[in-house]
């Protein structure tokens, strides 16, 4: 039966039948296409001026149970009864709201003494953020959508700015420091939004505007984002604040998916330090839809063992192989994966540290594997994320796996992003000492590819350091490139490290390493990261060439 039948059928039980999307708090009204209509707000039938503090209606989606209430108004007691359900839109999607069924019980005495005086002005301090005093999410959705319904001839745009890296704000500044950039973020919008604008604090640094589209125009808009970077004056750190937009083109769409929309489009720039705006394009979606897919089956592929370890060689000058970095590939329906196509979308769902989990202990089971045989004496270097520390005690699991597997510690190499140990110097220098005292040799990876700090050099007492090519690779200063790569190799040696550069791509990259004091390589010119088997592969031939 299609959804307007089953809410005549139960009209027949109850006094009152609606549709509610809790979100917005209003009534949602099924036409004979197909389509969804918003109407009023759902909460007039309790003569209120905003949604109940014990909204059944509500509660039942967040639970996914239906709900029981009990309403008193003038003494006549109202039941409603709400059931979260999902409606398929016109594009397939399914939009979860939920349906009261309400009784209209009659006069009850006994009721009168629990009645709400509602107040004809909604209560300040229920509609606006006690930070910034900006209007809330709640209130936030129900003026968007008062505004798209007042006006349905006028092209409106939905934005939303977010501070880039807001968490690095906090470290730096503390929280209160992150409030106070918070509440000028807020007044700026103030300053600069007219009265028919609507806009408010959507989530932590996220703020929401609602204009007419005739009103953008992205030159105004960068000015205020330079004056917002001015909050904070430091030599160290600027405010980098990003907007999405998203052009309205159905104001039937909930708030809530046009809000998606912005928010995907922020996260088409989230790395970028130079875009600032970024308008939602479909194809946003479509890519939404594959990391979803990728989320879904991330478990199924575990379980599977769809994922599997490469190795790349870190190889002598003389080519002689000493040891791998382990890399992680998907091969899915039987083709390999790009890491790049999964690694970002599992760090972001917190679910990158099950994966490091697993690749960790197939790097193990595989040392454990080639104790005994020609590969004995051979190591794998594998990469622990700074998020991994938040969910494991890694130390202790990797001591768990060596005593697992019967396993020399020292084979299991642990390698350390350079960014990683500057974003937590003191907490990663203990970690690198627990590690040492386990008897695993810790790596700094990526030295060189982004702002490396000589510093952390004399802060972290780690084994080996990973250089990056990036140092001397193209043309444009590489005399300089090549005096500052030198030294860091010799002041390496200095502190009893030892040293491999990666991304080592032609002979002639090998021989300038080789007369900077690098004797170490790792990158596509000796090989790419290949399946376990044909690295044993090489592995073996490299032997057998040499005996």
């Not at 027949?12 to 707000?41: A, N, W």
């Not at 300038?512 to 000796?526: A, E, I, R």
């Amino acid at each position: 039966m299609e959804i307007n039948g089953v809410l005549d059928s139960l009209r027949k039980t109850y006094d009152l039948v609606q549709l509610v999307d809790v979100e917005e708090c209003r009534v949602l009204e099924v036409q004979p296409d197909g389509s969804i209509h918003y109407g009023m707000e759902c909460y007039r039938i309790w003569n209120r001026n905003m949604r109940c503090a014990n909204c059944s209606g509500y509660q039942a989606c967040m639970t996914h149970n239906a709900m029981d209430k009990v309403e008193h108004y003038h003494g006549d007691r109202q039941e409603a009864h709400s059931i979260p359900i999902y409606l398929e839109m016109l594009n397939g999607e399914l939009e979860l709201c939920v349906l009261d069924c309400i009784k209209l019980c009659g006069h009850d005495d006994s009721a009168e003494d629990e009645e709400d005086s509602q107040n004809d002005n909604v209560d300040y301090i229920t509609t606006h953020d006690v930070l910034t005093r900006l209007y809330t999410q709640e209130k936030l959705f129900k003026e968007i959508r008062k505004q798209l319904m007042s006006a349905p001839e006028e092209d409106f745009l939905l934005v939303m700015g977010n501070i880039r890296n807001f968490s690095l704000v906090n470290k730096l500044y503390g929280i209160e420091g992150g409030n106070r950039i918070l509440v000028g973020l807020a007044d700026l919008l103030r300053e600069n939004c007219t009265h028919e604008e609507v806009y408010g604090r959507y989530r932590d640094d996220r703020f929401v505007l609602l204009v007419q589209r005739k009103k953008f125009e992205e030159e105004i808009f960068l000015g205020h984002l330079q004056q917002a970077s001015r909050l904070v004056e430091s030599p160290i750190y600027s405010i980098s604040i990003q907007l999405g937009v998203y052009a309205i083109t159905d104001t039937n769409m909930p708030i809530a998916t046009m809000l998606d929309h912005t928010d995907l489009a922020l996260n088409a720039i989230r790395n970028s330090r130079k875009q600032l705006i970024s308008w939602y394009e479909p194809s946003m979606t479509e890519q939404k839809l594959k990391h979803q897919h990728i989320i879904e089956d991330f478990e199924t592929a575990l379980q599977n063992q769809d994922f599997q370890i490469y190795l790349q060689p870190q190889v002598q000058e003389d080519g002689r192989i000493r040891g791998a970095e382990a890399l992680v590939r998907w091969i899915r329906d039987g083709n390999v994966v790009p890491p790049m196509d999964f690694l970002g979308v599992l760090h972001q769902s917190e679910l990158l540290s099950h994966l490091d989990a697993y690749v960790w202990e197939m790097v193990a089971a595989l040392l454990g594997r080639w104790k005994g045989t020609e590969f004995g004496d051979l190591y794998i270097s594998i990469n622990v994320d700074p998020s991994d520390f938040y969910y494991f005690d890694v130390p202790d699991l990797l001591k768990k796996l060596c005593a697992k597997y019967d396993i020399d510690s020292k084979l299991l190499r642990v390698e350390i992003t350079e960014t990683a140990l500057i974003d937590d110097v003191e907490n990663q220098s203990r970690i690198v000492e627990m590690l040492h005292e386990a008897g695993f040799i810790v790596e700094i990876d990526d030295f060189g590819k982004g702002s490396s700090s000589l510093s952390l050099l004399k802060d972290i007492n780690a084994d080996v350091l990973k250089i990056d090519m990036g140092f001397i690779r193209g043309k444009s200063n590489l005399h300089r490139s090549k005096i500052i790569l030198g030294s860091v190799i010799d002041m390496a040696e200095q502190l009893r490290m030892g040293v491999v550069t990666e991304g080592v791509e032609t002979r002639e990259q090998v021989e300038s390493l080789v007369d900077l004091g690098c004797h170490n390589f790792q990158g596509f010119y000796f090989s790419r990261p290949i399946p376990v088997e044909d690295f044993e592969f090489v592995v073996r031939s490299s032997l057998e060439s040499r005996s």
